[in-house]
């Protein structure tokens, strides 16, 4: 039998070779890698000179790795070998001049920026792959959680923006009247929605959200302190103007803050709603901080005279403590809490606006 040389076609990646040799019902095939990095091929089959035993050696440019893979079809013999390093090659072969049987396989040629842009699709699939599994993995009840968050987000928002709706139209209607008795038609969505800001303080604690614990409690008990015992036990308080301002600065930035929330819920944001979270408290925190101060400050007398809340003392030390004197320390602490959580905001903010730069570049 004579011994004659088939077409073979080449191509590469980065990481590999891929040879085509022409040669249908490939039998008795023997591929090895000799120690000078030259693949051998032998077998019989029916190339384009008819049935026969076909060999050739490819001696390669840079080394390549001994495991060679390669499977033989009705038509043809594939053949990949992985290369030492994953380096684009000039040429094949080591020799400089091509070998009359060797020619590109354009079925899979790419050069060698289009082999690069497939490399970096395959590693940005892949890297998707992980994060999708690692994300699966981390927490099975993500869209329990987000759609828990989303919900509660919702009501406030409706229940923020039912107040502040009512008390612009009414302001528009009655002017400064509606100053005196916004308590009496608000107290009852603004109590729901102080309940349900409650939430806030465990939404933390059980890793719901990544919000500091310490400034929602300030928050939240902040508020409620100001609702529930200024305003909702003190009837005198529930006519006065200041409640008017309480909740109107208390309900602007929850107007903004929830719709953020939301967003973030799915995972998106608007840059303007952002911007408008991240900065209306600095204006609006102080303002609410002195609105509050000043019904804690019309409140005192109120307790002074009724003896509402007085501490029972022994009697050598008085009849009883005014709930006042409590007050006026909760003042102090007032001011203490605008202040971390002015430093709490302010951090927000500046991590909230340095990470959107790093993600424009
Ligand atoms: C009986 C003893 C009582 C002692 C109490 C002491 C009293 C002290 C008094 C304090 C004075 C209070 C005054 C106050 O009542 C006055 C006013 O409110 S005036 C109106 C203006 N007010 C404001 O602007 C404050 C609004 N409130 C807040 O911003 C928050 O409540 C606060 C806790 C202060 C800060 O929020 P947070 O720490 O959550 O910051 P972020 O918004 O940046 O959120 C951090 C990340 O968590 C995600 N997150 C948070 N919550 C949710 C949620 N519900 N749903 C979904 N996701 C949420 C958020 O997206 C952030 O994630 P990422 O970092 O990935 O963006």
New binding site residues.
Partial sequence: MQILTPHVYWAQRHGEIYLRVELSDAKNLNISLQENNTLQFRAQGHGAKGDNEYEFSLSFLEPVRPEIDHKSTQRQVDIKIKKQEERWWDRLTLQEKKPVFLAPDFDRWLDESDAEMELQAKEEKRLNKISVESRVRKDPYIGLKKGY?FV??LVQFLGFSWIFVNMTVRLFILGQDSFYDTFHTMADMMYFCQMMAVL?VI?PLLGL????FI??M??V???N?ILFVIFGTVEEMQNKPVVFFVFY??S??ELF?YPF?ML??MGTEWKLLTWL?YS??IP??P???IA?AVAVIQSLPIFDETRLFSIPLPSVLGHSLSFSYILQLYLV??FL??FF?FQ??YK?RKR?FRSRKRKVH
């Fill in positions: 968050l509660y987000n806030e939404n959200v990544k919000t500091g400034p929602a300030i928050q008990a902040g508020r302190v600065l208390w602007t930035i803050r929330y973030a819920c979270r209306l408290w609006l925190y303002l609410g901080v509050e602490i007032m809490g605008l959580n709490h905001l927000q909230r």
